[in-house]
């Protein structure tokens, strides 16, 4: 298995990863919860240019996760690098879905706390409605500095890459599923938010009422929400019809890929921002 994962692991995430895009893409549409307008080209068009941007973005740094792991592996640094004996597969790929869900959750959650890593995040958050498309879009700068909060962490755990392979199976299957416009019966929700992130509860955090913003920050197991208590089912508003985006961007904003980009520059406060809209464009 672990020969299997570091030969084939990448590229089997990639597949996943465009082959789940497709079918929640089309699954969406016969099934959607929420009715969004129909003309949504311009957000779609904004939405798939981040995605590129951001994954191209993504080969130019010289470290990832993976490597970093393997390189922990060679010098025996980290926890799960230094378990007296010899540990069984299962029990490392646990404790490292376990692990890296946790650097996960603490990145994001950072995310939303630290100011300056708040203004890369709020990009994508900034989309008003939420579907498959939404799911890489990122500021491309967010992705680079969130692994600088990861990386240390990736260490200090003793993450072997084969693993972390395994989680990233997991990753790019579920964060394009929580993302979905999808409508999932109630009852299976109800059971299934509990073991990983669903639509329902991914939207709670794309919600436009801030204490529904900062909660459920775990991208594919919600353990660690329920752990730290940020996990959230009810909402404000119901989840057909509630506000999503930020308040102090409108529509216009978060489909403008110019203005997107330069939005870390700019300080967001309700009224002044069509102003400072005006601004990034002159």
Known sequence: MQELMLLHGADLQVWLFFTFLLVFLFVERLAPRRQVPRNQRSRWTTNATLTLIAIAV???????????GAWAESHQLGLLNNIPGE????????????????????????????????????????????DVSSTVRFHPLEMPVSMLIGLPLIVLFGLSPWA?????????????????????PKKL???????????????????SYQPETDSNFSAVFPIWDIVFGTFRTE????IPTMDLGLTEVGPEQA???RWLLLSPLLKLEGAKTTELSQEAHS
């Open 255 to 257: 489909e403008d890929l």
């Open 164 to 184: 972390l392979l395994f989680y990233e199976l997991f990753d790019a299957t579920v964060v394009v599923f929580s993302h979905s416009n999808l409508k999932i």
């Open 58 to 68: 993504l080969p130019l740094l010289p470290v990832t996760f993976i490597t970093v």
């Open 235 to 238: 909402t404000k508003q119901p």
């Open 189 to 207: 929700d109800r059971v299934l938010r509990y073991f990983i992130v669903t639509p329902d509860l991914h939207k709670v955090h794309h919600s």
């Open 87 to 130: 540990s069984p597969i299962w029990l490392i790929a646990i404790a490292t879905l376990i692990f890296r869900g946790f650097i996960s959750f603490l990145t994001h959650w950072l995310n939303h706390k630290v100011p300056v890593l708040w203004r890369l995040h709020r990009v994508h958050h900034m989309d008003t409605e939420l």
